[in-house]
């Protein structure tokens, strides 16, 4: 069955144009130029400090660099992050 | 978003949170529903965040299953800034003191100005507000209301014929209108003193004019007592002529008995309220129909109770307040019933009908005599005719018409 969900995943995205992030269960990342990042649907937080945020997902990890890191707000799938940014990696989990 | 919004009103914490990985205490609290935000990595065994008042119980509960320290950094928002006010004794106690002193002071007789009488009139005004307490300085709520004052000034002074009681704010305002007790107009042209009633005269004091009767004479109303116009003696020797007599205003008194009948009826029974003279007074506030006892509380001791009602309403500066201060005088009192002989009753029937009469009759009257005409008991009430005898001033000015 999970296997079936997955393939049916890209293919309802792809012919009947749904939002990816909902259907696939990926992050939604949404920068405003290097100041914010505002991060959805992810997993849950793994390391966060002054330089560096990582959020797990559903396949591996977000890992975002910078300085100055501040987290604006915290809500359950919803991470606001205000700083300067420097680098956004998709780590393999 | 919407959490955090508005959360200075409710109140936030910025909590400190010491341990390894302190982030990750932040998830926790997240995967829990609380909301967090400004988090911000102090050391690399340290991390800051705000979260709402209300979710501290929430928080410490998560602390007790994992081994974080939490200390509360800072506190913002209306729950600790009242509280920081509240801390302010002094503070406060000086804001209500204000007000208090306001609303005292707005509820106090500043000035009380009288107009449009004369001095020595106003000197009596003044002198009977101080007996009512109306004075400046005075503590206004407990004043009996404007319209009463006019009333019981009008009727304590004489001279005033009417007076207007007006208060504004602090000040009483008085403007009265003085009697101008107009002399009765005396007939200055000649003039004969005639009866007003009938009655036999029992004394007589002539000092102008002829008399024309004599003591124990009988007078019917209209009779001419004393006459203005006086023929002279030598000339009335002669033929009379009619222009020889000479016409005076007549003056004098003549004192004649006269008789009145009276009817009284005296119950044997009476029902009547005596005030014992115990008194309570209640102090109460009033907003709208809804009383907030602030003086003397508790059910009256009294059995039969009479009450009184005033209220005046609270000022502050020149508003006047919703809010109603009311003084409820209980006066205890006893219904009491008295039974009366016959003879008590004829008694308190003759005082009755002689006290009706002289307010009938001018002051200088006399009740001579009274005697018992007829005497009847009837339904409990002893019914009596009476028959008295007063003495009294008889005399009225008329003038003589000379017919110019």
Sequence with gaps: ??????????????????????????????????????????????????????????????????????LKTMLPEEILLEGTITEVKFLPG | MKKIQGSYITGNVTILVKGNMPELFFQKCVKRGIPVWEIKKQGKMECS???????????????????????????????????????????????LISIILIIFLSNIIWEVKITNVSKDIEKKIVKQLNNYGVHPGAWSLSLEPTSVIQQKLVKDIPELLWVGVDKKGTTYFLEGVEKSIVKEKEVHGPRNLVATKKGVIKNMYVSKGLSKVKVNDYVEPGDILVSGKIDSIGDSDKKKKEGKSKFVASEGEVIAETWYKTKVTVPLEANFELLTGEKEKKYSLKFGDFKIPIWGFGKSEFKNIHKELNENPIHFFKWTLPIHFV????????????????EEAIKIGIKQAKSELLLRLQSDAKIISEKILQETTENGKVKLILYITVEEDITKAEPINQGD
Aim: glycine fraction near 6%; aromatic fraction near 8%.
């Design chain 2, 327 to 342: 003084e409820t005088t209980l006066s205890e009192k006893t219904y009491n019933k008295v039974k009366r002989t016959k």
């Design chain 1, 1 to 70: 069955m999970k296997s079936l969900h997955q393939r049916i995943g890209p293919w309802l995205t792809k012919y009947l144009a749904l939002p990816s992030d909902v259907i696939l269960e990926l992050p939604r990342i949404t920068m405003i130029g290097q100041i914010h990042v505002y991060i959805e649907n992810h997993q849950g937080l793994v390391t966060y400090s002054e330089t560096e945020l990582k959020l797990k997902t559903k396949k591996g990890f977000i890992q975002i660099l910078g300085s100055s890191f501040v």
């Design chain 2, 49 to 95: 965040g705000k979260i709402r008042l209300h979710d501290i119980k929430d928080i410490k509960r998560i602390r007790r299953e994992t081994n974080y320290k939490i200390t509360f950094i800072e506190k913002s928002g209306t729950p600790f800034l009242f509280k920081r006010l509240t801390r302010r004794k002094e503070i406060v106690l000086g804001l």
